[in-house]
Structure formats: C-alpha cells, structure tokens
C-alpha cells in the first residue's frame, strides 16, 4: 500500500483545523506515533499519514477507550 505522508501544514489545510491545534492538542491525544504519524529517520520532522487519519475521522461511535456517562456522553481517557 502506498502512503500519502503530509506536513502539519498540509493536515491542517486539508481537515480544516490550525495547525496549532494539531500539534497541541490533536497530536498525542488523537493521533498516535507510529500509527497516525511518523519522525522519519528519527528526526524533529512529523509527517502525517493520510490514509490512517481519514479513517480515523470517518470511525464512527465512542473511541474504545471512551468511558460512558450518565448523561450520555463519554469521558476519553
């Protein structure tokens, strides 16, 4: 399978968020090293793999380590 790896950058442009969002908050959080993004040759450099990330937006239902609430909602830990 062939990979479409993007910069912050382009991730931003393309999901429609700043991409200080994505570096503080997204990444780590909901994007994981090794699964959504890369450090090529063990660099500062993060590149996002597209494919993964699209599929990660169009999962749908709770995250399976979203715990439920009362109210309805969930609580991601």
Known sequence: MQNTYLTTQELADRIK?????????????????????????????????WEVVEEEMLRTGPSPIAIPMANGGFVHG
Do not use: Q
């Open 17 to 49: 968020y700043d991409a200080r969002t994505i570096r503080n908050s997204l990444k780590d959080n909901v994007f994981l090293e090794g699964r959504h993004y890369i450090r090529p040759f063990g660099g500062r450099k993060i590149l996002y793999i």
